[in-house]
């Protein structure tokens, strides 16, 4: 069983910055696969970013060159650093991880591979 909670959510203008981070505790975080989701307004939970347990990252078009996922072992913590963002990126932001993994972008970015969720953290960017 793995717990997952994330914060760092907030208020920010267009062009602005966020980082996002979700705890783990529970069962040994760092052999797991994770990512993050967001849930826009009226619109379907989507895959942003995906890292494997070996560091491999993976992330959707829309946020390429503007989001980066890390992760630190030492505190079972998963990441996501925003820069740049858009009043498009605005969300609910999910954190996910699963037990098993596949370096494949179409499999990190699906909801439907993740078994543990945390609770999300709001995202708002204004124009």
């Known amino acids: 069983q793995v717990r997952l909670v994330e914060s760092g959510g907030g208020s920010v203008q267009a062009g602005g910055s966020l980082r996002l981070s979700c705890t783990a505790s529970?069962?040994?975080?760092?052999?797991?696969?994770k990512a993050w989701f967001r849930q826009g307004p009226g619109k379907e939970r989507e895959g942003v970013a995906g890292?494997?347990?070996?560091?491999?990252?993976f992330y959707a078009d829309s946020v390429k060159g503007r989001f980066t996922i890390s992760q630190d072992n030492a505190k079972n913590t998963l990441y996501l650093q925003m820069n740049s963002l858009k009043p498009e990126d605005t969300a609910m932001f999910f954190c996910?991880?699963?037990?098993?993994?596949?370096?494949?972008?179409?499999?990190?970015?699906?909801?439907?591979?993740?078994?543990?969720w945390g609770q999300g953290t709001q995202v708002t960017v204004s124009s």
């Open positions: 890292i494997t347990p070996d560091g491999s990252t």
């Open positions: 529970g069962d040994t975080f760092s052999s797991y696969c």
């Open positions: 996910a991880a699963a037990p098993w993994c596949a370096h494949l972008s179409t499999y990190l970015l699906s909801n439907a591979n993740y078994n543990y």
